[in-house]
C-alpha cells in the first residue's frame, strides 16, 4: 500500500496534481477543496493517499492529512458511495462538518456535494452515525482533531435541527452549537438560549 508521497508538485490536472518523488511522476486525484491549499507548481507536497486498483485501472486518491484519508475509507465503506464521490463528498465538506452533518442527521447538507443525491446521503448517515469518531473533531479553538472533548447529544442534535427550522443555515447551525461550552445534561432549550445568545452578539 501507498500510504503516503511527498514529492515536488509538478502541475495541476483537471482531476487533481502530479507529484514528483524519487524520479517518478505520480498523478493523485485530490478533493477539489485541497487545491485551494495546495502550494503553487515547485514546491514540496506531502499527501495521504489511497490506491484503488480495479480490473482496468489503477486510481491513486490524495489527502492533506490522515484524518481525512480516513475519513474517505469510512466512506467509500458505504453501499452505493464509490471513491469518485467520496472525493466529491470530501471536496464540499471539510471533515469537521461531514461529521457533523452526519451525527445531526443532515442529509441536505451532505447531498451539496455534485454527484450526491437526498437519497445516498441519508444512506450515508444511516451507515456511518454510529461509526463517526467526533473526539476527532477539532476543537472550535482551531487546537486540532482531539485535542478538546466534543459533547454531542440527543439534545445536540435536536437544537441543530431546531435551528435550521428557524432558517439558519445547516453550517452556522452547526458551528454555533458545537461552539457553546455545554455540559452533557443540557437541555435542547438551555442549548437553544446560549445558542441565541452567541448569535446575537455577532
Same mark, same amino acid.
Given at each position: 500500500?501507498?500510504? /503516503? ?6 502541475? /495541476? ?22 487545491? @485551494? ?163 446575537? @452578539?455577532?
Amino acid at each position: 500500500m501507498i500510504y /503516503y508521497v511527498r514529492g515536488i508538485l509538478t502541475e /495541476y490536472t483537471e482531476e487533481g496534481a502530479v507529484l514528483e518523488a524519487g524520479g517518478v511522476g505520480y498523478h493523485l486525484i485530490i478533493p477539489a477543496s485541497l487545491r @485551494a491549499e495546495l502550494p503553487a507548481p515547485g514546491e514540496e507536497v506531502k499527501l495521504y493517499t489511497y490506491y484503488q486498483v480495479g480490473e482496468d485501472s489503477q486510481k491513486l486518491f490524495g489527502f492533506s492529512d490522515r484524518d481525512s484519508r480516513d475519513l474517505f475509507l469510512q466512506l467509500i465503506k458505504v453501499s452505493g458511495i464509490g471513491p469518485k464521490l467520496a472525493v466529491s463528498v470530501m471536496g464540499t465538506l471539510s471533515p469537521d462538518e461531514l461529521r457533523l452533518a452526519v451525527v445531526a442527521g443532515d442529509a441536505k447538507t451532505i447531498a451539496q456535494a455534485p454527484g450526491m443525491g437526498k437519497k445516498t446521503a441519508e444512506k450515508l448517515i444511516l451507515e456511518l452515525k454510529d461509526k463517526i469518531d467526533m473526539t476527532r473533531l477539532s476543537a472550535p479553538d482551531g487546537r486540532g482533531a482531539g485535542s478538546a472533548p466534543v459533547i454531542v447529544t440527543d439534545a445536540f442534535t435536536e437544537a441543530v435541527a431546531a435551528l435550521q427550522a428557524l432558517g439558519y443555515s445547516s453550517s452556522e447551525a452547526l458551528k454555533t452549537v458545537r461552539s457553546l461550552e455545554a455540559e452533557d445534561d443540557w437541555t435542547v432549550d438551555q442549548i437553544l438560549q446560549a445558542a441565541f445568545r452567541k448569535l446575537a @452578539a455577532f
